[in-house]
């Protein structure tokens, strides 16, 4: 059974492989398959039945992850709809997220009317609804989930960001089968508003639950320091939770204990286990009808299922849910079950209700936390049942775990064995009770659950300084370079090796299995050479610039909210990716959100030698042009802004840096217009030309000038700009400038980063000149632009 689900796994990965996605038809020519299980009446040989079994298994695994994708992607929004103004109907899909700028949720789409035209519904968008302009107040605007509105909105396909190390936004939102994004829109002069048509929508019991209790509860915990943590705990809505605190959780490896994971799960199914076992004999005749072990395992399901409903069933409630399921069904039939038959079974469950779960981090650690504490629990390690086993176990589970999460975030935490030594069981056996009592009690006696609470909380707050210590030491945490699929597999048993018992065969052996992980290959330039990689960041600009011993970060990106900027989001992930541990030096080209916004991120992460600036930069020095250095053979020269020269305008006076390495160089131009264009032309002619150009000020009309291009002459133009921005970069004229000249042109939008190669001296492939993450790391759920 457990080959045959395997092998169905491995089906499903197949398909998470392809670039594009297989035709349906190849579901129906596959069905042929379903012929083979009755090969085996006319097979002798159980080898070959066993195998054809997995083959089958194999197949059906791909079949099933195909029609699923399928039942997603063949609903999209016409591109031709894209930033139009639709009139939509539909319920509020999630608890929204609100904060000073907007609310977000989630919005189940119903009906769509384009010009008083029917459009097919395209399922659920993810929305935004802005505090601009009056747009909503708390009054008369305040959204929840299960309502049914209507909106005036505008859509756009699924679209995010592509940088090695980086987020793939577009993969999470195809595993929610969200199918647009987009923003609310009101305008009084055309008569367009938002309208709220029920309070409650049919169907959306349980998510108006969730959204009455986080209410209750937001309220009840209104005074409490880790509030956002106490409901996170209580119904597995995290959204309260501050930026500061998931640092400390990731650090220090506790992530999960935020999760209405398994083990939060498994305690509450036990504990009413044993309750309604002891008690259930006191109930008179009932008690001699059904025995107190079948009613105490009915018992805990129906409460283990209600808890795991409301965490919204992410994928380690699901998994929790149905090992309990199966493990207090097999107590009903008084049956025994062994664990790995458990896990299995599990597995498959969850692979049936969603085979999408495996592009989940979440998936991956849950199974395999589980898989490492059942092989200890079998006796397969050595464990006594005691503070010393709780330990081991723990120290076991965390080295386990390293080569997954190194694979899966670039990181991994050194001291999550020691914190999870003390936080697990302080949470799990005091703060989780606590807070699942209050919560219990809120609807009846909110006083007494804001004592309850306020116990939780003061707990949290003692091992909040504990877990904040371990984050601070300086190695909390363990930076590493994505492995391939062989350094993974290879680390992965060299953990398994070293952990088993003294005396095992070849047990050491797992040392040398770690050297790839440990000690990546990661490609570094030759000398005289410099590799750009000019970040995808939207509507910003971010380059990255290795040479064979240094590194140079030239602007950050922008900041989007206190929460969120590209400097953390997609620059210090690709550093990490590289195996980069500094920054040799950062130029921050001008002063504007969309070139510096990620800098305070990057401080925090990375030290940063020597910081560049046009403006007045806290500890920076000033980005003037005629300073030049040499790097490894690689040389910089600064081109703008010149001290002998007055810019009225910001832009005018962004730092210009070219690069030149052999016969090759690039030319990064940051925000420049036709004023400084004018000026450098005049004054640095000679220097301006380049092989490669990152387009002034985004392909602006403001800049790009005829003169400009003729002295830069480049091969290739890079142009870095946001998806359907609302500037509607770059310009038509300016794109057309540059066809005049017959330059092709790469948009970061189109492309995700774009990498290239300086000063190499041997001969360039197609893919060095220049490199499209988009297109070498295109997966079927990626945009096709």
């Given amino acids: ?176 089968k969200i199918r647009a994004t987009g923003y609310v829109r009101i305008n009084a002069k055309k008569k367009q508003f938002a309208k709220k ?219 999550s064995p020691l914190a999870n030594l003390i936080a697990i069981p302080l949470v799990s056996f005091l703060v989780v009770p606590l807070t699942l009592l209050a919560t219990f009690m809120a609807s009846f006696s909110p006083y007494l659950a804001t004592i309850l609470f306020s116990f939780a909380d003061t707990i949290l707050n003692a091992l909040w300084w504990f877990l904040s210590y371990l984050a601070d030491t300086p190695v909390s945490q363990w930076y590493g370079v994505k492995p391939d699929l062989l350094s993974l597999s290879l680390a992965s048993l060299g953990f398994i090796l070293l952990l088993t018992p003294k005396g095992w065969p070849a047990k050491y052996l797992g040392l040398f299995l770690l050297i790839p992980l440990i000690w990546p290959n990661t490609h570094l330039p030759e000398k005289g050479e410099a590799k750009i990689t000019l970040l995808d960041v939207g509507q910003g600009l971010a380059a990255v610039v290795q040479t064979n011993k240094h590194t140079l970060v030239f602007d950050t990106g922008p900041k989007f909210s206190r929460s969120f900027d590209t400097g953390a989001a997609v620059v210090i992930p690709f550093i990490r990716q590289k195996g980069i541990k500094k920054l040799d030096m950062l130029i921050l080209s001008h002063k504007d959100n969309d070139h510096r916004g990620g800098l305070e991120s990057i401080q925090k992460e990375l030290e940063i030698v020597s910081l560049l600036s046009s403006y007045d930069e806290k500890d920076s020095e000033a980005c003037r042009a005629g300073h030049n250095w040499l790097w490894d053979g690689v040389l910089f020269e600064i081109l703008n802004p010149d001290e002998s020269l007055s810019y009225k305008k910001r832009n005018n006076a962004s730092c210009v840096l070219r690069i030149s390495a052999g016969k090759e160089s690039l030319l990064l131009s940051a925000d420049i217009e036709k004023r400084a264009e004018k000026q450098l032309v005049e004054q640095r002619y000679e220097q301006l030309k380049s092989t490669y150009l990152v387009a002034p000020h985004h392909g602006s009309k403001t800049s790009s000038s005829r003169a400009f291009l003729e002295a830069v002459d480049p091969e290739y133009i890079f142009i870095p700009v946001g998806f359907k921005n609302r500037y509607r970069m770059p310009h038509a004229t300016v794109l057309a400038r540059y066809k005049e000249r017959h330059i092709p042109i790469l948009k970061t939008q189109n492309s995700g980063a774009i990498s290239v190669l300086l000063g190499s001296t041997g001969q360039k492939s197609s893919s060095e000149i220049p490199e499209e993450y988009r297109k070498v790391s295109q997966k079927y759920w990626n945009s096709h632009h």
């Fill in 197 to 415: 048509l029920d309070d409650e929508a049919g169907g959306y019991r349980m998510l108006i639950l969730r959204q009455n209790l986080y209410d209750t509860l937001t309220e009840i915990t209104s005074k409490n320091k880790y509030a956002g943590i106490l409901i996170a705990l209580a119904m597995g809505e995290r959204t309260g939770i501050s930026q500061e605190q998931w640092y400390v959780f990731r650090a220090t490896g506790t992530s999960h204990l935020v999760a209405i994971s398994g083990l939060h799960i498994g305690l509450l199914a036990g504990f009413i286990f044993l309750i309604v076992r002891r008690l259930w004999p006191y109930c008179g005749s009932a008690a001699l009808k059904l025995a107190s072990p079948r009613v105490a395992a009915l018992s805990a399901l129906f409460i283990a299922a209600f808890y795991a409903a409301l965490s919204g069933f992410a994928v380690p409630a699901q998994r929790a849910l149905i090992m309990i399921s199966i493990v207090m069904l097999s107590i009903f039939k008084l049956h025994k079950v062994q664990s790995s038959q458990v896990l299995s079974l599990a597995l498959l469950s969850v692979l049936l209700l969603d085979p999408v779960a495996v592009l989940s981090a979440g998936f991956w650690l849950s199974f395999a936390a589980v898989a490492i504490i059942s092989i200890a629990a079998s006796g397969r390690l050595n464990i006594d049942i005691n503070w010393k086993m709780w330990g081991r176990l723990q120290w076991r589970i965390s080295l386990a775990l390293i080569p997954l999460l190194i694979f899966l975030f670039q990181q991994a935490s050194i001291v």
């Fill in 1 to 176: 059974m457990i080959s045959g689900i395997i092998s169905f796994l491995f089906g499903i990965l197949l398909l998470q492989q392809f670039t594009s996605l297989p035709d349906i038809s190849w579901c129906w020519a596959l069905l042929s398959i379903f012929s083979l299980p009755f090969l085996p009446r006319y097979l002798n040989n159980a080898l070959t039945v066993r195998n054809i079994r997995i083959v089958i298994l194999f197949v059906l695994g791909f079949l099933w992850a195909l029609l699923r994708a399928h039942w997603v992607l063949d609903v999209s929004l016409p591109a031709d709809l894209q930033g139009k103004d639709l009139l939509v109907t539909g319920v509020i899909a999630s608890i929204p997220l609100e904060d000073k700028r907007k609310q977000r949720f989630e919005f189940n789409i119903e009906t769509i009317e384009f010009n008083k035209q029917k459009i097919a519904s395209i399922g659920k968008v993810r929305i935004s609804w802005y505090r601009k302009r009056g747009h909503w107040s708390n009054k008369n605007s305040k959204i929840k989930a299960g309502q049914r509105w209507q909106f005036w909105l505008r859509l756009k396909q699924p679209h995010g960001f592509m940088n090695p190390g980086g987020f793939d936004y577009e993969g999470w939102l195809y595993q929610k």
